[in-house]
């Protein structure tokens, strides 16, 4: 299956992100990286 | 699905894995999208060969790994001053500059990665167009290591195959081997 259309696409603004860490903590991803540039990487789950 | 943000929050990048089981180490992943190196405090291990007149040092940029993980081996060559090997392309006779990965369990595979730009090379007397590395040559070879959970331990087995030439000299092709031992990540 082709995912590469899924999401935001180049150019786009990424939506807010705010998710808990593995600590619990709620990490606002565009507060969390000021005016720094950041990756942002998705996976089904930590192990396989 | 890995995206890359300016300073302003705007996608830069979007990178999508052909295989979704595939994840880049983070070592590698910092390395090719920002040109360079993260600070590590982690310990790797090395293995080293030699053949005549060319030296092999590899290792990855992890300490162990996990299934389905793709990890950066770097490669580095030293050529002895005066010689020469033949760049990935090369006229037909000459053994060109070659690296193959295995692994124990089996799974290692190299992904398509960027050659150093080899130096123009002429041997006078002969027509071919030479492409060649002297000196020092250094890799980073993205290696997916499909290898099921709870494998164990892993050993990989790089194999350098070169030919050593002069402008004078060429020497039979020959091959290097350097083993890495690799251990596997804990689970969660």
């Given amino acids: ?48 | 699905m890995t995206f890359v943000l300016d300073a302003t929050g705007r996608v830069e990048r979007k990178i999508v894995e052909a295989n979704y089981r595939v994840r880049q180490g983070g070592r590698l992943l910092f390395e090719q999208l920002t040109g360079g190196q993260p600070a590590s405090t982690q310990e790797v291990s090395e293995a080293r060969g030699r053949q005549v007149h060319v030296a092999v040092r590899a290792w990855f940029d992890s300490p162990t790994y996990f299934a389905y993980q793709r990890l950066g081996l770097h490669v580095e060559l030293t050529i002895d001053p005066g010689w020469h090997v033949y760049g990935p392309t090369t006229p037909s006779g000459y053994q060109a500059l070659e690296i193959a990965v295995t692994s124990d369990p089996a799974g290692a595979r190299i992904d398509a990665f960027p050659w150093p730009e080899p130096a123009a090379f002429r041997v006078e007397g002969l027509d071919e167009d030479f492409h060649v590395y002297e000196g020092s040559l250094q890799l980073v070879i993205p290696v997916e290591l499909i290898i099921a959970r709870g494998s164990g331990d892993a050993r990989l087995d790089v194999v350098v195959r070169s030919q050593a030439c002069s402008a004078t000299e060429c020497l039979p092709p020959s091959s290097i081997r350097a083993t890495l031992a690799l251990p596997e990540a804990p689970a969660l």
């Fill in chain 1, 1 to 48: 299956m082709d995912y590469s259309e899924r999401g935001p696409k180049v150019g786009d603004h990424f939506p807010d992100v705010r998710l808990p860490d593995q600590s619990s903590a709620v990490v606002d991803l565009h507060s969390a990286r000021g005016a720094r540039r950041a990756i942002v990487v998705f996976h089904r789950s930590a192990r396989w």
